[in-house]
Nanobody
Framework: QLQASGGGLVQPGGSLRLSCAAS????????IGWFRQAPGKERVGVSC????????YYADSVKGRFTISRDNGKNTMYLQMNSLKPEDTGVYYC?????????????????WGQGTLVTVSS
């Protein structure tokens, strides 16, 4: 299971850190990803880390502003979001794919968190 947290209301230009704690499996054996679903839109990939070499991917819209990471000791993944913009608003989902690659479509992910809402507004 994955448990996401850290969402909230933030002003444009602000920062948030999302966390996603894994239970019942070892996150280090999985590719991990963050997806965003904006109101009325489909879920899209924001960032991910591969299993094999920890290579990362970022969507063009978040490059230079978001940083994905994981702490295998805590079995937790993170998404640090800086310089937030109103278009970053949405529900953020964490996901894990056993032995997976990055990037990968959402259908390749085995486990999903429940989502945490991020609202960027003044």
């Amino acid at each position: 299971q994955l448990q996401a947290s850290g969402g909230g209301l933030v002003q444009p230009g602000g920062s948030l850190r999302l966390s996603c704690a894994a239970s019942e499996f070892t996150l280090g054996n999985y590719a991990i990803g963050w997806f965003r679903q904006a109101p009325g839109k489909e879920r899209v990939g924001v960032s991910c880390i591969s299993t094999s070499d920890d290579s990362t991917y970022y969507a063009d819209s978040v490059k230079g502003r978001f940083t994905i990471s994981r702490d295998n000791g805590k079995n937790t993944m993170y998404l640090q979001m800086n310089s937030l913009k109103p278009e970053d608003t949405g529900v953020y989902y964490c996901a894990a794919s056993y032995g997976g690659t990055c990037p990968a479509p959402s259908t390749r992910y085995d486990s999903w968190g429940q989502g945490t809402l991020v609202t960027v507004s003044s």
